[in-house]
């Protein structure tokens, strides 16, 4: 098996791929203390819920997909992003149809917690892939 000779470029994209997905884990578990705080201190926190996720919600996977590309990730890295994307559209649509039928909205924290889980994978996935690269080319 051969070793891909990595550019500077791939590795400045490879990098800039895990502060954005380091950013987007710590927007999710944000999001479940906005949660909290709107559940257990003060309804009024829910505006803080509800307008955080327009700031990191579309907007770092959309990035993430650029810097997969210029870092030249494997295959799983567009899926695990393609996976983010669907549960940020389950997100919303959960949230927004609730009016409608009211108990798809029990299904919102769920996808939170696979969102979760989904970046959680993709993060050690990518840790894993740049210590190893890094190890490789010493």
């Known amino acids: 098996m051969t070793k891909q000779k990595v550019s ?8 800039i791929y895990f502060f954005l997905l380091s950013l987007f884990l710590l927007s ?16 009024e926190n829910w505006i803080k819920h ?3 996720v327009h700031i990191f919600g579309f907007n770092i ?3 993430l997909f650029l810097f997969a590309y210029v870092g030249r990730f494997p295959r799983w890295a567009y899926w ?17 149809i609730t ?3 009211p108990w798809i909205g029990a299904l919102h924290p769920i996808i939170a917690i696979i969102l979760f889980l989904i970046a959680y994978q993709a993060l050690k ?10 190890k490789g080319e010493n």
């Open 8 to 15: 500077t470029a791939n590795r400045i994209g490879r990098m």
């Open 28 to 43: 999710i578990v944000l999001q479940f203390f906005f949660t909290g705080l709107a559940v257990f201190v003060h309804p």
């Open 50 to 52: 509800t307008m955080f």
């Open 61 to 63: 996977p959309i990035f």
């Open 80 to 96: 695990d992003v393609f996976g983010l994307l669907l549960g940020i559209f389950g997100m919303y649509f959960t949230a927004n």
């Open 99 to 101: 009016v409608k039928i």
């Open 125 to 134: 996935r990518t840790v894993f892939l740049l210590w190893n690269k890094q």
